[in-house]
């Protein structure tokens, strides 16, 4: 599996639950995923699937099937089936009511660290630390990772379900203007700072636009 995930990189969620499989479910699941990895499909059409199979070896080991039963030696044929029908459609709504929940968590913690990454910013402007600087480096260090992470699953989500670049390019533009206001408001005006303000717009600007987009995907 290991050898496909690096042929073909695609994030596929719920993998955790692979530790839940016995030797002989996690055997058969591997092989229909390297095999799921090549298929002709898209990437979210992909993490469907292997979350059905998934979903199906949990359920058969559960009823104490043989392995082989779930997920049968003609891969092609199996994964026309578990491709379409009530199987797939309800595989497909959970998935995306997972990654509507991510956004709107995500948004939430990239919003919040950067608040953390610009006020350092300005108080290394300043020369005005709130602890001193090796505190307030590491803080900021550990919000920037954070905003990162939260802002790299984001765009996986966006790209998956091709919503096209606008959320990208809100994002890069409230960055810039944030630090753009940041430089040039004197210290004294700090009080009538509106970076996080326009954090707090782009938020429910990405919230407001995206809701209809994702009810439109899992209706």
Request: proline residues 1%; hydrophobic residues 45%.
């Amino acid at each position: 599996m290991k050898q496909a995930a690096n042929q073909k990189k695609i994030h596929i969620d719920n993998l955790y639950l692979m530790k839940k499989l016995d030797e002989d479910y996690l055997k058969e699941f591997d092989r229909f995923y390297d095999y799921a990895l090549h298929c002709n499909k898209s990437d979210a059409d992909i993490n469907i699937i292997v979350n059905v199979a998934l979903e199906q070896c949990l359920e058969g080991m559960k009823n104490q099937k043989k392995a082989a039963l779930i997920i049968p030696r003609d891969l092609k044929e199996y994964t026309t089936k578990i491709s379409r029908g009530n199987v797939y459609k309800e595989m497909k709504r959970k998935i995306r009511n997972q990654d509507y929940e991510k956004m709107q968590i995500s948004s939430i913690w990239y919003v919040f660290s950067l608040c953390i990454v610009l006020f350092f910013f300005k108080n290394l402007l300043e020369q005005n630390f709130t602890v001193n600087y090796v505190v307030d480096v590491i803080v900021a260090c550990i919000a920037g990772g954070i905003a990162m992470k939260n802002f790299l699953i984001r765009r996986r989500i966006v790209k998956r379900y091709q919503f096209g670049s606008f959320y990208m390019r809100m994002d890069i533009a409230t960055i810039a203007a944030c630090v753009f206001i940041k430089i040039v408001t004197p210290a004294q005006y700090a009080n009538f700072d509106i970076t996080y303000l326009l954090l707090v717009i782009s938020f429910f600007t990405m919230k407001h636009k995206i809701k209809p987009q994702f009810e439109a995907l899992i209706s």
